[in-house]
C-alpha cells in the first residue's frame, strides 16, 4: 500500500454512516485511529463545507463546537477548535448532541453549523464527531465530501508525521449552551401542561433520572428540579468518561436494571435514562415496567395518536407484530417498518411529510425518537418531555400514563443471533446468503415472505400454531449478518431455529 493510500485510509476508515468515529485511545484489541491532528483536519474540512454550502466566507462563520464526558473529549476538544479557528467558534462545553442541534435552530445561538464530540454509548477508549447545518444532521454523502476535503487540505503532508493545521489565531468564545438549551426545554414544559402554578408544572412529580455519567446530569437539576420535581433517587448524574457504573445506553440490560432499581427504591413516579450523549432515552414506570424499544415506541405513538389521529409513525425493521398490531388497530396510526439505523428511518419520516403523508414521529428501537414538532432531532429529552408532559396532565386528572398502552401485547420470545462473516469480501457473501434464505424460505410451507420489506429477508412463520417472524439482514457498517427472530409462544424460538439450522449449517464463512 503507498504512503497516499495509507494517508487517505486513515480518514476513510473513521466514517461510520454520517457520523466520525474511531479509536481515541489504543488498547490491547483496538489500535488508535482517532487521533488529534485527523480531528483537527476534519473539522477544518467541516468549516470549508460550510463556506461552501452557505455560500459565506469561512471567517463569516459561525460553528458552535461541544463535548460529552468522554475522557478524550479535551484533546479533541481543543484539535477540533484548532482546525476550525478560521471562522468563529463557540466553545458550549459539556453538553448533549441534540443541544447542539439546537444550536442551529435556536435564534440565540444561531451557529451556521455545530459539531458535538462523542461516540454515544460505545467504550471509553472510543470518540467521535458528529455534525450539524442549518438542514439538521448532515447525511453519509456529506461526510464524504468533507473527508474528500480534508484529504485534500491534509495531502501535503502525506507520508510524513501529519501536522496539525496552521493556527490562525482566533480563540473559541465561551457559549452557555446547557443554560440556552435547558430554558427551552423548560418552556416547552410549561407551555405543555400549563398547571395552576405555571412555573412549576412537575410539583408532585417524583423522577428519578440516571445520566450514566454521561452529558445528561443537568437534565434532572436544571430542568426537572427547577420545575418544582423531586428527583431524589437520581443516579450517576456527575459526568465520568470511564463510565464507573454501568454503559450509558438505554438497550443495555445492566443499565435498565439499574434505573429500574433506582425507581423502586425511591418510590418514584417515574424513572428516565440517557446515553452519554443524550440523543437516546428510556423510562421505566412506577411499578418497574422497563420502558424501551418496542414499548417506548408504543407510548410514544399512543400520544401522538391523541394530537395527530392518521399520522404515520416510521419504525426499523426490528419492530414486533405485536407493535405493528397495537400502532394499526388499537391506535389507528399508519406504521411504516423501515430500515436499520436511525438517519434512515428518521429520513423516511422527512420524506413522507415531502410527500403529503403526515409523519410525527420517526424512531429506532434503540431509543433513537425523533418529532416532526421537533424538527426530527433524535433527542432522549424531547423523548423524555412528551412523556413527563402527559403524565403531568394525566396525574391531575386521576389518571396513569401506564394507561396509554395497557393493551399492547408482547411477544413471548425474543432472540438475536450475530453471524461474523469470516471472508473478506463479507458484502457479497452476505447478499448470496440472503438470496438463498428467500430460496429456501419459498420452498418451506410453514415460512411466509413479508412484503414490503425494506432490508435482509423478513418471513412470518406458522409451526404447528407456534407464530412469529424471523428477520435476516446485513449490518450496516460491519462483517456481520444479524438474525432476529420472535415467538408469541414459549419455545418459539427454538423451535423455529431448529428447523433453520439446515440452511446455516451450509455455510463454513459463518460464525455464531
Known sequence: ?????????????????????????????????????????????????????????????????????????????????????????????????????????????DF???????????????????FFTKQGAISHGDLDRILDIAIELARPFAGEALPFPEDPGSEPLPFDLQGLYSAHMKQIICDSVRAADYAHPLAGLHIVVDSGNGASGFFATDILEALGADISGSQFLDPDGHFPNHIPNPENETAMRSIREAVLAAKADLGVIFDCDGDRGAVVFADGTEVNRNTLIALLSAIV????????????????????????????????????????????????????????????????????ENHFSDDGAYIAVKIICRMARMKAEGGRIEDLIRDLRQPAEAR????????????????????DFTEFCNAEPAFHIVEP????????????????????????????????????????????????????????????
Open 453 to 512: 420489506n425494506y432490508e435482509g429477508v423478513r418471513i412470518s412463520f406458522d409451526l404447528d400454531g407456534v407464530r412469529g417472524w424471523v428477520l435476516v439482514r446485513m449490518s450496516l457498517h460491519d462483517p456481520v449478518l444479524p438474525v432476529n427472530l420472535e415467538s408469541s409462544t414459549v419455545g418459539g424460538c427454538d423451535k423455529v431455529w431448529a428447523r433453520l439450522m439446515p440452511f446455516w449449517n451450509r455455510y463454513d464463512k459463518l460464525q455464531a
Open 112 to 130: 451556521d453549523g455545530s459539531i458535538m464530540i462523542t461516540a454515544s454509548h460505545l467504550p471509553f477508549n472510543r470518540n467521535g464527531l458528529k
Open 1 to 109: 500500500m503507498t504512503a497516499i493510500s495509507t494517508f487517505e485510509t486513515g480518514f476513510r476508515r473513521l466514517q461510520n454512516g454520517n457520523d466520525v468515529r474511531g479509536a481515541a485511545i489504543a488498547t490491547e484489541k483496538e489500535p488508535l485511529t482517532l487521533t488529534p491532528q485527523l480531528a483537527a483536519w476534519i473539522a477544518k474540512a467541516f468549516a470549508r463545507f460550510l463556506a461552501e454550502t452557505t455560500g459565506k466566507p469561512a471567517n463569516a462563520l459561525k460553528i458552535g463546537l461541544g463535548h460529552d464526558s468522554r475522557i478524550t473529549a479535551a484533546a479533541l476538544m481543543q484539535a477540533s477548535a484548532l482546525g476550525l479557528s478560521e471562522a468563529r467558534v463557540f466553545d458550549c462545553g459539556l453538553i448533549t448532541t441534540p443541544a447542539m442541534f439546537q444550536s442551529v435552530i435556536l435564534p440565540e445561538s
Open 416 to 435: 438475536e443471533v450475530r453471524f461474523s462473516i469470516l471472508t473478506e469480501d463479507f458484502a457479497a457473501y452476505g447478499q448470496q446468503v440472503l438470496a
Open 305 to 372: 395518536a391523541e394530537t395527530a389521529p392518521g399520522s404515520w409513525v416510521v419504525t426499523d425493521s426490528v419492530t414486533s407484530d405485536e407493535l405493528a398490531d397495537f400502532l394499526e388497530n388499537d391506535l389507528h396510526l399508519h406504521h411504516l417498518r423501515y430500515r436499520r439505523g436511525y438517519k434512515n428511518v428518521i429520513d423516511r419520516g422527512i420524506q413522507l411529510n415531502e410527500e403529503g403523508s403526515p409523519c410525527e414521529l420517526a424512531i429506532e428501537t434503540s431509543g433513537h425518537g425523533a418529532f416532526r
